[in-house]
Structures are given as structure tokens and as C-alpha cells.
């Protein structure tokens, strides 16, 4: 056995030393760590009326700007593992995490058949614990599958093209259907998909291939194609008005160079947690050049520069459209390309190969990686708890409100309510809505460090009257306010009346 030839036996043993390092890092204590606010609590909401209610989702999620829905696949998709787990929240994390570690084991695949089994190994090791890659594994969100969907979409072209089978196209272009509906970012695919097309096969070939690419989009876009037509296109009138619109944040230079370059160094900063070294620029230009160079030395080798060109256009083509984005651009935008720098440094490992000092170097830079990423794990912060401390205020809520009806408000800077409301209708002590009916009590629950309930100009306080506090708590560890209010008797009761906006 040669340096770094090892037998099939413990090359599988290593494969699953991945795929157990990769579960690990997306299960471990994955429900003391889970992300459960006001958005994730909506989610749930609508999630558990599909089984409660009967009421099929054809809008998803909001998106985080523009006033736009992105479409419903993220609900359908996670709506069943949180019927499973008995509507509790933690369950569409596990589909999260699962879909994390097929990621893993999708780009080691991706990766074996074009490169080899240690490059494969090795960009996937470093994959499975990147830190910023394992932060949005772990929790419910819908961006999170996005990796998958953009890495499967990317593999299925390259069948597509070195098959020459067009239903790869289809399933390629189903792919991006989904992935358009978990973040509107994912449109730089489309532009993606069209020039590796239009880069590695016949012109004859693209009206087919393009038209089946689209069906394909189609097919699994529709849900949220029906509503629009339904409804006469809400959502894509928005969007269009969201993206001609001047923006003064985002990404202003018309200079494509410094555009790709500081790109690509903030997204390589983020995905190491490696910020204000030079080490993340190194990486990025030593990938790019070593990218460009494996594509001109392979060029006469077809699968060799399909895959390259592949590789390069994702990272680079993916960093390039962010330039039409007109927004303020935050980590988890990057999604589509997360994936795209580890299949090219896969590549750039195995063009180098042959060499054993090279060999070695890239060893050793793994292994050094693999410490960093390990160290700065999501283990190194204490977990939230965030389900049971919701959980725990809303039993509070419903132990103070003496299990009759109420009115609910939260008096936070950064948090909607629905995250108690998802745990108090679970429970069945629904909070009746101020345009239904005022109740006699108003229970408010407090995150701000300044906390005056009485006056508060939000709606779900303004509109249940002038009241007084009849009671006043704190929890114990939480850190959170509860505080219960009743009408003013020096004013007229509007018990039993609905509350009017604007009046």
C-alpha cells in the first residue's frame, strides 16, 4: 500500500467517518440550539394548520425584503416532519440536518467521479464543518435546503451534458424550482444553467435543452404559478418593482473585478469564520487561478474542462450576480454557492495530485482547517433553549390569564409574537384578536430592557383600550416580563366590542 493509495475497505471506512462527522455536527443537541422566533413561529402556524385545518398552503414564507412571498415547497416539504414530531417545533430541524448531510454526501459523489476519492474526501470533510454551512443546518429556516437543491441542480447539468439524457434537464430544471421558492436569490441559477449550457454542448442542442429545463421549473413552481394566476401576479408584480427600484445599499461598483474579488472574500469569510485575516483572500485567488489554470491544462480532456468550467462559472458566475441585487447582501444570501468553493477546491486538489509534496501540503492545510473549524464550532456557544424558554412564557400566559380569554401583545425591538402564539394555540388557549373581540385582560410579555406596557403606542396594546396593570412578573432565568392589564375603570369598558385600526 503506496502513500495515500489505501484498499476500497478503508476508503469506506473514511466515507463513513464522514457521513458520521457530518451528522454529528447538524444533530448533536440540534433542539437546545434551534432558532425559534417570531418567523419561525409563522412558519409553524401555517405548518400545523395543513393537519388542523386542512388549509394547503399555495403562498410560503415572506420574503426578508421587498413585501414579496417566496412559494409554498418550503412548507410542504417540512410540514410532515412536524406532524411527525408531534407538532413540536424542533421537527423541521432534523429535515434541515438530514438535508445537510445529503449535501455532504452529494458533493463527495459529485466529487469521486470527477476528481478522485481523496479530493473528494478531503473538500467534503471540510464541507461538513464549516462553520457558517453546519449554522444553517441545524435549524428551521427557509434558505437552509438551498445548498442541496443548488448542488443538485449544478450535478444533474453535468449528466445532462456528459449523457447527453434530457431528463437530467428536467430534474435539473425541477431542481431549481424548488430552489427559486426558498430564496428569490437563486435566480442567479437560471444565468448559471445558461452558460454552462451554452459553454459545453451544440448549439443545435440548447432550444431543447432549455425548453425541457424550463418544464422541469415549471413542474414544481407551479403551486405557487397557480396562485399568481389566480390572483393576477401580486408577487411578481412586487418583485419587479423591488428590483427596478433605486437602492443606496448592496453592491454599487459597476467593476465586475473588485465586485468578484470582495465577493468572493466575504463569502469565504464567513463560510470559515476566519474575518480581517488575509488568509481568506489568499484562499479565494489561489482557487480562482488554480480553477482557471486546471481549465485551460485540461482542455483537450472533455469531461476534465466540462467540469472545471462547471466549478468556475458556479463560484465566479454566482459571486458576479450579486451585482443586480440591490439590497443590503447577509450571509445566508450566499446559499446557492455554498457548496461551489469546496467542489472547486476538489478539482484544484486533483490537478495537483500527481505531485507528492503537493500531496502533502494539502494534507496538512486540511487537517489545520478541519482543527479551526472544529474549535469554533456551534459548540462553543451555550444553547439557547429558545423552544422550551417560549414554551415556558406561554404556559406562564395561560396559568396568568386563569385559563379564561385574552388579548396578547409583545413588546420586543426585534421579534414578533408568533412564536408564543404558535405554543399557546398548540395548547389550545388561542389569544382572541382585537379585531374579533376586546377582552377583559391584555397579557403582555415584555424582551425589551425598557418595558412600559401602559401607553404603548403598538396596536395590540393601543387597541385594547386604556387600560391599568393588574399584575406584574418576572421569570426567573429568562430574563422576560409578563405583565397582565385590565381596562381602566374610570373610562367606559369596550369588553365584548372588536377593535377598529385607525380609529
Known sequence: MTLFNFPKPIQLTLLILLILVATF?????????????????????????????????????????GGFYLGPIYYWMAAPFLWA?????????????????????????????????WPAILASSLYAIAPLVVRYSRSSWNPNPLPFFSLLMIYLIYLGVTRKKILYFLAAGASFGIAIQLHYLATILIAIFGLIVITSSNFKRWPVIFL???????????????????????????I????????????????????????GN???????????????????????????????????????????????????GGLAGLRFYKGQVH???????????????????????????????????????????????????????????????????IQKSNEEQFNFALISEHNSDHAYRYFLEFKGYRPVDLETMITNQLLVVCESQQC????????????????????????????????KLTHWSGAPNPAGKPAIKGS
Open 25 to 65: 455536527f447538524r444533530f448533536w443537541q440540534i433542539g437546545d440550539y434551534v432558532v425559534f422566533l417570531g418567523d419561525e413561529g409563522r412558519d409553524m402556524i401555517v405548518m400545523r394548520e395543513i393537519f388542523t385545518q386542512g388549509h394547503l398552503p399555495f403562498l410560503g414564507p415572506t420574503a426578508s425584503v
Open 85 to 117: 414530531w408531534r407538532f413540536d417545533p424542533v421537527g423541521p430541524s432534523y429535515m434541515i440536518a438530514i438535508f445537510g448531510v445529503l449535501t455532504v454526501l452529494l458533493l463527495y459523489k459529485f466529487l469521486k467521479e470527477t476528481a478522485g476519492f
Open 266 to 316: 466575504i463569502f469565504l469569510e464567513w463560510i470559515t469564520g476566519l474575518k480581517g485575516t488575509i488568509i481568506t483572500r489568499l484562499a479565494f485567488w489561489i482557487l480562482t487561478f488554480s480553477g482557471l489554470f486546471g481549465l485551460v491544462k485540461h482542455w483537450k480532456n472533455y469531461e476534465k474542462r466540462l467540469i472545471f468550467s462547471i466549478a468556475v462559472i458556479w463560484f465566479l
Open 452 to 483: 412600559a406596557p401602559l401607553g404603548n403606542p403598538i396596536w395590540e396594546i393601543a387597541g385594547f383600550g386604556r387600560g391599568e396593570i393588574a399584575g406584574e412578573w418576572e421569570l426567573p432565568n429568562i430574563g422576560i416580563k409578563v405583565f
Open 240 to 263: 419587479l418593482e423591488f428590483v427596478t427600484r433605486g437602492s443606496t445599499v448592496g453592491y454599487q461598483t459597476k467593476s465586475y473585478s473588485w465586485l468578484i474579488s470582495n465577493g
Open 212 to 238: 425541457i429545463y424550463l418544464l422541469g421549473s415549471i413542474i414544481t413552481f407551479s403551486p405557487f404559478l397557480i396562485f399568481e394566476i389566480r390572483h393576477g401576479f401580486p408577487n411578481f408584480k412586487t
Open 331 to 397: 450571509d445566508y444570501y450566499f446559499g446557492f454557492l455554498f457548496p461551489a468553493p469546496f467542489l472547486l477546491a476538489g478539482l484544484v486538489f486533483s490537478t495537483f495530485w500527481y505531485n507528492l509534496f503537493y500531496r502533502l501540503s494539502v494534507v496538512i492545510v486540511t487537517i489545520l482547517a478541519l482543527i479551526y473549524f472544529s474549535v469554533n464550532g456551534f459548540y462553543k456557544t451555550p444553547p439557547n433553549r429558545l423552544i422550551n424558554q417560549t414554551e415556558t412564557v406561554a404556559d406562564f400566559i
